[in-house]
């Protein structure tokens, strides 16, 4: 969505309809007090820290990786390129060895079906559009520092070894997951992508968007 200003929300709305991988628990919003009563309206959360818009860290798969707390937000922010995909087979090397992603730009997100077709409905799929793992290979030799992708995951649901977050993580390479890019146009923009400050966590959740120069 764009604002006035031209900036593009690319954040999934959390709520319990957001749809999150089989294995994880639903966000979860419990009001505790009500003005009716209390006199203000008060919740509490409950989510896995991989739920809708997030980031991950090397710590998901890495024993001595990186956390949230020793994150440079610096890493969160900057030039962007924007890549539409129409496919429905996975990134590899040959797709990513056409595209033009000049020398000042090391961020790279995926515009793919899965804006369109998947990721605002309810139920999880499992034939979303993903990256291979000579496509990471690519990201990594070409100095990218941060990939994202518009899924719950970079990486194909059926490979169950992990490879694909393995290799990109081991690299240092910041995993942006669940953008929302449907109003999104191929191209350069600025990104924020800020996490919640959770101390020790592989993960957290993130509120991204997009702008162009001379917006802000």
């Not at 980031?55 to 024993?63: N, T």
């Not at 990256?131 to 990218?144: F, M, P």
Request: charge should be negative; charged fraction near 25%; glycine fraction near 6%.
């Amino acid at each position: 969505m764009m604002n006035t200003q031209g900036m593009y929300d690319i954040s999934m709305s959390l709520c319990d309809q957001t749809p999150v991988w089989p294995s994880n628990e639903r966000f979860k919003l419990r009001w505790l007090k009500n003005i009716k009563n209390d006199g203000v309206n008060e919740s509490s959360l409950s989510f896995n820290t991989h739920t809708g818009t997030h980031i991950d860290l090397p710590y998901h798969f890495i024993e001595s990786g990186q956390r949230v707390n020793n994150l440079s937000l610096e890493r969160l922010i900057g030039k962007t390129l924007v890549a539409e995909y129409e496919g429905k087979s996975d990134i590899d090397k040959n797709l990513l060895s056409k595209i033009d992603i000049s020398e000042d730009c090391n961020k790279l997100i995926f515009k793919t079906q899965n804006s369109k077709k998947y990721l605002e409905k309810n139920r999880f799929r499992k034939d979303y559009v993903a990256l291979s793992l000579d496509g990471a290979r690519w990201i990594i030799e070409n100095g990218i520092d941060l990939v994202g992708i518009d899924y719950l995951s970079i990486e194909a649901y059926f490979n169950k070894e992990n490879e694909t977050h393995k290799l990109l993580l081991e690299n240092n390479v910041i995993i942006l997951e669940g953008i929302v890019l449907n109003n999104v146009k191929e191209g350069y923009y600025n990104l924020i992508a800020l996490p919640l400050n959770i101390l020790e966590a592989e993960a957290a959740p993130v509120r991204a968007a997009l702008y162009k120069e001379g917006i802000l």
